[in-house]
Every structure is written in structure tokens, then in C-alpha cells.
């Protein structure tokens, strides 16, 4: 009885050692695929219909002609976001982070008949970073995707007449 205990702990010990190299193997390609990774690499844009424009303007002045732009094309700012405001506020400086948040009330009427769950994604989002040479870059979704997810004719409509604003609004301000 003993031999044959003796012979299953040898079989455990095996199996125990073998997992120890695959689990190193593993680690190994994982920290492989981190070091192959820079720091700070991200993917600016991780949605379907999103868009990226490295607009070579600096940070504080693309804002000024992203916001002067919204109004003159007769859409509103409902709110802005600034996490680089934040962080001052506790003591940490981080590059230029702005949420410019649009829209315009006879859009949300329309949206809220055509589906209330929609509201959710009301209002739409410009977001502005500051790069490391001190440019700003503006990423935002196209309406038109937005409102697609919901399949509703009427939104869909609507998301595409937001397009043509949208895109009036980014080439407004990057001239």
C-alpha cells in the first residue's frame, strides 16, 4: 500500500511541477507582450464610428475655437468637463483633459419621442486631450453611430442631420 502511495505522490509531485512551468511560461509571455508595449500606448478610438483628429493646434487655443465654433453653429454647450481642473485642484498637474458637452433642445425633443432610453446618450461629447508637444486632439463618436444602437428610424434620421453639424462644428474649428 505504501508503494502505491508512494508512486501517486511521485505522480502529484510530477503534475505539480509541470503546472510551475506552465505557469512561468505564461508569465514570461505576459511580461513579454507589457515590455513590447509602451508606456502610455492606448487606442484613441475603441468605438465603431469614432473620430480622431490631431488637429496641431494648441491645447488652450483649440478650445477656445472648438467652443466659439459649437455656438456659431447654433449648438449649445450644456456642460464642460476638466479633469486637468481637478487635478489641480488637489495638488497634481496632468496634460489638458476637456469634455465639451453639446446639444440643443429641439434635438432632445425629437430623441426623447423617438425613444427615451436614448436619453442616455444626450448630450454628445468632444473630447479634447492635450498631447506631449502640447497640441490638442479631438476625439468624439459620430451621432449617427450613437443613435444607431437603438434602431429606430427616427434617430437614425436625426443622428445623420447631427453628423453634418458635428462635422461643420470640428472643420470650424481646425481651420
Same mark, same amino acid.
Given at each position: 500500500?505504501?508503494?502505491?502511495?508512494?508512486?501517486?505522490?511521485?505522480?502529484?509531485?510530477?503534475? %505539480?511541477?509541470? %503546472?510551475?512551468?506552465?505557469?512561468?511560461?505564461?508569465?514570461?509571455?505576459?511580461?513579454?507582450?507589457?515590455?513590447?508595449?509602451?508606456?502610455?500606448?492606448?487606442?484613441?478610438?475603441?468605438?465603431?464610428?469614432?473620430?480622431?483628429?490631431?488637429?496641431?493646434?494648441?491645447?488652450?487655443?483649440?478650445?477656445?475655437?472648438?467652443?466659439?465654433?459649437?455656438?456659431?453653429?447654433?449648438?449649445?454647450?450644456?456642460?464642460?468637463?476638466?479633469?486637468?481642473?481637478?487635478?489641480?485642484?488637489?495638488?497634481?498637474?496632468?496634460?489638458?483633459?476637456?469634455? %465639451?458637452?453639446?446639444?440643443?433642445?429641439?434635438?432632445?425633443?425629437?430623441?426623447?419621442?423617438?425613444?427615451?432610453?436614448?436619453? %442616455?446618450?444626450?448630450?454628445?461629447?468632444?473630447?479634447?486631450?492635450?498631447?506631449?508637444?502640447?497640441?490638442?486632439?479631438?476625439?468624439?463618436?459620430?451621432?449617427?453611430?450613437?443613435?444607431?444602437?437603438?434602431?429606430?428610424?427616427?434617430?437614425?434620421?436625426?443622428?445623420?442631420?447631427?453628423?453634418?453639424?458635428?462635422?461643420?462644428?470640428?472643420?470650424?474649428?481646425?481651420?
Amino acid at each position: 500500500m505504501s508503494s502505491f502511495r508512494a508512486r501517486q505522490d511521485r505522480i502529484i509531485a510530477k503534475r %505539480i511541477a509541470m %503546472i510551475g512551468k506552465t505557469m512561468r511560461a505564461i508569465l514570461l509571455v505576459c511580461l513579454g507582450l507589457l515590455a513590447a508595449t509602451p508606456v502610455g500606448a492606448e487606442n484613441p478610438a475603441p468605438y465603431s464610428g469614432t473620430k480622431v483628429i490631431e488637429t496641431g493646434t494648441p491645447f488652450a487655443a483649440f478650445v477656445d475655437k472648438l467652443t466659439a465654433a459649437v455656438s456659431a453653429n447654433k449648438m449649445g454647450i450644456v456642460a464642460q468637463a476638466c479633469a486637468d481642473c481637478g487635478a489641480k485642484s488637489i495638488g497634481v498637474a496632468i496634460p489638458g483633459n476637456r469634455v %465639451i458637452m453639446v446639444y440643443r433642445p429641439d434635438f432632445a425633443v425629437r430623441m426623447l419621442k423617438a425613444s427615451v432610453a436614448s436619453g %442616455i446618450e444626450a448630450p454628445l461629447r468632444l473630447y479634447v486631450t492635450e498631447r506631449p508637444d502640447g497640441s490638442a486632439r479631438l476625439t468624439y463618436r459620430l451621432p449617427s453611430h450613437v443613435f444607431g444602437a437603438y434602431q429606430v428610424a427616427a434617430l437614425d434620421e436625426m443622428g445623420k442631420e447631427l453628423d453634418v453639424i458635428v462635422a461643420k462644428i470640428v472643420a470650424d474649428a481646425t481651420k
